[in-house]
């Protein structure tokens, strides 16, 4: 797939947020996870926010979410490239208190479609060395 | 959630803003960073009536090193102003991390109260309209700047590959949030567009002084939905500079003390863009809740509201977490926006904001609530002798406030 962004920034791949960011190889979206109490961390920072356990482990999610906010961006930051849609997606594997959240885009439905609540699942996009998660609607 | 600390002593009244100043303001003056800063921090320090051999402390955000991520948001860092006017200093203090911009007033209240300075000159200087060049608003961290990928570290990783490049895209999805679940519309953004535009029109320093009607704000080109064009602040270059002096200063200040009452620098749960729980919610909340705790003042006190606005949903928001009105409720607080206007109960942004005078960063917002209180505000001014302003910093990820009156607190 052709990227949109000409100019896209890119993450800075280091230890610790390798497979968040390279998983996508394989097809799967990691997300840090504490093996001793199961809470899901996002971004990864090597320590559990809830029992501080450092025993974390990147683990696949299901992939499947739904949208928790949503921008029609129009403002030509990368010139004239028409507009696009990022998201807030919620993954299904969170919950109201401690919602499990990406930002990524939603591809492929129409801006005036786009709407809080609407479910999504991941797909990816390689760019250099990284693998960036991104949504379509699940119909 | 933590419990608000109780407090016997409270430090920031053993402080006041002795002094204000401001450097010219406007679209791609030209200027240096410096130039700019060293303008406004001699009309601060004159003002107070006092001469640079008072000066013993020196404080400003966001600190020196702050230039690479944005063009032109940093001014020039503690170390850079000392050395260029050969300061001798007690106590110095510059950064980014805190309760948002007004943490340098903060610090250096504190620091006047501990006896580490006595007079602390205080300024926030941006050039980003001379900066960002004739193209417009830029996206951070080179976005869209051609030439390879750039790469990003921290936080904002997991926001600016994905084209969320820019402060408009991301507080875009609080207002979605806010419109999905309150029933918030456009127009009730554009009352505080409006607002600020009216006001800017009294204000000769304000960038867009012409008038603005509703028609206009809602046939606004689109940045990022549901924000347009009128909703996002003006890049400016200025700096604007105060001195916090001691409060047994206050009998000689030459037009009148501006006392800090109480301030408010809490910050619960996550200091993120995206990642708070509840997006229609401020980040504010827990500072404003804190500062009440600290004054016998209520919201009735307060006179006029300045409010940081370099979105207007940033001040919609900040409405709500100050608790004038409940959170979901701004719709009708704002409505026909005569609440907020000059002859209403909460003049809000009274020298036009950032929204219409100019991206001064939050210390406009301060200057010009120090302006009101010293009865100076000309056509602007909101009769009946303020008394009482809150001020507001802040509101994406985090938020800082203060409550100042006329005369020591
Ligand atoms: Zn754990």
């Given amino acids: 797939m052709e990227d949109i962004f000409p100019a896209r920034v890119l993450p800075t791949v280091d230890r610790q947020n390798r497979q968040f960011w390279t998983s996508g190889e394989e097809g799967k979206l990691c997300i840090e996870r504490c093996t001793d109490c199961g809470a899901w961390i996002h971004p990864p920072v090597g320590i559990c926010y809830s029992c501080h356990s450092s025993s974390v482990e990147p683990t696949a999610v299901s992939g499947r979410g739904t949208i928790y906010s949503f921008t029609i961006n129009h403002q030509p930051w990368f010139g004239d490239i028409g507009s696009y849609c990022v998201v807030l997606v919620d993954l299904e594997e969170g919950s109201a208190t401690q919602p499990l959240r990406i930002t990524s885009n939603l591809i492929g439905t129409e801006p005036d479609n786009v709407a809080i609540g609407m479910r999504v699942e991941v797909f990816f996009l390689n760019c250099d060395d990284v693998w960036l998660p991104q949504f379509r609607e699940i119909r | ?409």
């Avoid at chain 2, 204000?20 to 679209?27: A, F, H, L, M, N």
């Avoid at chain 2, 008072?54 to 230039?67: A, F, K, V």
């Fill in chain 2, 1 to 409: 959630m933590t419990g608000h600390v109780k407090h016997r002593h409270r430090s920031e009244r053993d402080a006041v803003i002795s002094g204000i100043g401001q450097s010219d303001v406007g679209r791609r003056l030209d200027r240096t960073a410096m130039s700019l800063t060293v303008d406004a921090c001699l009309a601060a320090v004159a003002d107070a009536g006092l001469t640079l051999n008072d000066i013993d402390g020196l404080s400003s955000y966001p600190g020196g090193l702050m230039d690479g991520l944005n063009p032109g948001f940093g001014g020039p860092g503690t170390d850079a102003v000392q050395d260029a006017l050969r300061l001798n200093l007690n106590w110095h203090s510059g950064g980014y991390e805190g309760p948002a911009q007004i943490q340098a007033l903060i610090n250096a209240a504190i620091a006047v109260s501990a006896g580490l300075a006595r007079h602390v000159l205080v300024y926030r200087t941006v050039w980003e309209s001379t900066a960002q060049g004739s193209g417009g608003r830029q996206g951070m961290g080179g976005a869209g700047s051609g030439g390879g990928r750039a790469r990003m570290g921290g936080m904002l990783q997991y926001l600016l590959p994905f084209g969320a490049v820019s402060a408009a895209n991301w507080l875009a999805m609080n207002a979605q949030r806010h419109f999905h679940t309150y029933g918030t519309t456009r127009e009730t953004l554009g009352e505080i567009a409006l607002n600020t535009r009216r006001n800017a029109g009294l204000n000769p320093k304000a960038i867009f002084r012409d008038p603005m009607s509703m028609d206009d704000y809602l046939g606004a080109r689109m940045i990022s939905t549901p924000l347009c064009l009128f909703d996002c602040d003006v890049p400016v270059d200025g700096s604007t500079a105060f001195v916090v002096s001691h409060r047994d200063y206050a009998p000689d200040v030459p037009t009148t003390a501006v006392g800090i009452n109480a301030v408010g620098t809490a910050l619960h749960g996550r200091p993120s863009w995206d990642q708070r729980p509840n997006m229609e919610e401020s980040p504010l909340r827990a500072a404003a809740d804190t500062m009440w705790a600290r004054t016998e003042l209520t919201r009735a006190d307060v006179d006029t509201a300045q409010l940081y606005d370099g979105f207007s949903i940033i001040t919609l928001m900040a409405i709500e977490a100050l608790g004038f009105c409940a959170v979901g409720e701004a719709k009708d607080y704002l409505k026909g926006g005569h609440r907020i206007s000059l002859e209403g109960e909460l003049p809000l942004n009274t020298a036009g904001g950032q929204l219409s005078a100019g991206r001064l960063h939050g210390f406009g917002l301060l200057h010009e609530a120090c302006v009101q209180l010293r009865g100076q505000g000309g056509e602007r001014q909101v009769s009946g002798k303020p008394e009482v302003a809150v001020v507001a910093n802040g509101g994406g990820p985090v938020a800082g406030t203060m409550l100042v009156t006329r005369g020591a607190s």
